[in-house]
């Protein structure tokens, strides 16, 4: 083989392999540095895997400290698990900010529902990805959305977890 086929060869694996690296550079949506203030009511949450469901670690007065856990029902089309890969909000401990309609338990008086019209990722990006966790944690990526959970589930590629 000359030099121009090898040159040719080298080229052809080397540029996919470079543009899928720097999609992991191009942010999507940016993370927020600190809680807004607005007076519109907000909520943040993080996934408990554990129970399967969103729990309340705050809201627009700041994060809770006082020990119990507040358990809430995310649902609506702006909601972060239908849009957000697992390996973000389901395995990373990822923070998110919810806006949206809120529903209280008649019994309880505690809030139990929200119809999520936006949110936004607070602070940082976790993932459970090793590769992901490699590049900035101030944005979401390309890789970091649903439809990539999705891809890996067309290839059958979901080593030790499923998707939620």
């Not at 990722?121 to 900035?136: A, D, H, I, T, Y």
Request: aromatic share 18%; hydrophobic share 40%; net charge negative.
């Amino acid at each position: 083989m000359n030099l121009y086929k090898i040159l040719k060869i080298s080229l052809m694996v080397a540029i996919p392999i470079v543009l899928f690296v720097l999609t992991f550079t191009i942010p999507i949506k940016f993370t927020l540095k600190s809680l807004a203030s607005e007076e519109e009511d907000f909520y943040i949450i993080q996934f408990f895997d554990v129970w399967n469901s969103w729990l309340i670690i705050g809201d627009k007065t700041g994060l809770y400290d006082d020990g119990k856990d507040y358990f809430v029902n995310i649902n609506g089309e702006k909601n972060p698990k239908k849009i957000v890969s697992c390996d973000i909000y389901y395995y990373g401990n990822t923070s998110f900010i919810v806006w949206g309609e809120k529903t209280l338990d008649p019994i309880n008086n505690q809030l139990n529902h929200i119809e999520c019209t936006r949110w936004e990722v607070l602070s940082k990006v976790e993932s459970r990805n090793s590769f992901r966790n490699m590049f900035s944690k101030k944005y979401l990526n390309i890789w970091d959305y649903k439809w990539f959970d999705d891809f890996r589930e067309w290839l059958g590629y979901f080593d030790d977890y499923e998707v939620p």
